[in-house]
């Protein structure tokens, strides 16, 4: 069974810029999480998405938004982009229980900003 | 709101065993998992505990104590391959959402 594909690997932005990152789910997964990774904040929720709705939302900016398609596959906006929104954005699927399901991660896309 | 503890860096020998502590403050709790992240790589699920006792899958075991906020990752014989960040990661009740500890860094050394 294929893994979590994410593209692109790596992307470089300039400020201001935005940018749309994209996360396709194990087949059969319909759960869908977004999270940002940085060396100081370490790994934090963005949001998460189940049958195309938002189910969670983490404490970042509406600047971050995310949407999901009929087919489980999602992607994430992140508009006016700041220096400090440089990370590496992974994406991870699961079932869509969330009492029982375990999260598996996509190999990220690592975004600079310029 | 969350709170997860784990110590920054370890360093171990090759062969050894170490143990990987974890302590959270939350205001819910639906599981505690850890997570094994290479340099450069993705998370990759290690365990997951949701009720009190040891997890043992391999060379790696989990223990949790929901009294005490609580929980170890026990790692024996330690190969160079182990070199890793170590995440310790809680959910709450009936939410998707991981609460992820910054890691532990584990050295292994010759």
């Known amino acids: 069974k294929a893994g979590v594909t994410q593209t692109p690997r790596y992307l470089i932005k300039t400020r201001g810029q935005q940018v749309t990152l994209s996360c396709s789910p194990i087949s059969g997964h319909r759960s869908v999480s977004w999270y940002q990774q940085t060396p100081g904040q370490g790994l934090q929720f963005l949001f998460e998405?189940?049958?195309?709705?938002?189910?969670n939302k983490g404490n970042f900016p509406g600047r971050f938004s995310g949407r999901q398609f009929s087919n489980s596959r999602s992607e994430m906006n992140v508009s006016t982009l700041e220096l400090g929104d440089s990370a590496l954005y992974l994406c991870a699927s699961s079932r869509g229980d969330p009492s029982t399901d375990t999260q598996y991660f996509g190999p990220g896309t690592r975004l600079t900003v310029l | 709101g969350q709170n997860i503890d784990q110590p920054t860096e370890m360093t171990a020998t090759e062969g050894a065993i170490v143990q990987i502590n974890c302590t959270y403050q939350t205001s819910g709790f639906n599981g505690l998992f850890w997570y094994q992240q290479h340099a450069g790589e993705a998370p990759t699920f290690l365990s997951y505990?949701?009720?009190?006792g040891l997890e043992e899958k391999g060379r790696f075991s989990s223990f949790l104590s929901r009294s005490k906020g609580y929980s170890y990752l026990l790692l024996k014989e330690l190969q160079m391959k182990d070199s890793a960040s170590y995440l310790c990661?809680?959910?709450?009740?009936?939410?998707?959402?991981?609460?992820f500890g910054k890691g532990t860094k584990l050295s292994v050394i010759p």
């Open positions: 998405y189940f049958s195309e709705t938002q189910r």
């Open positions: 990661a809680v959910r709450a009740d009936g939410s998707y959402q991981l609460t």
């Open positions: 505990n949701v009720l009190d």
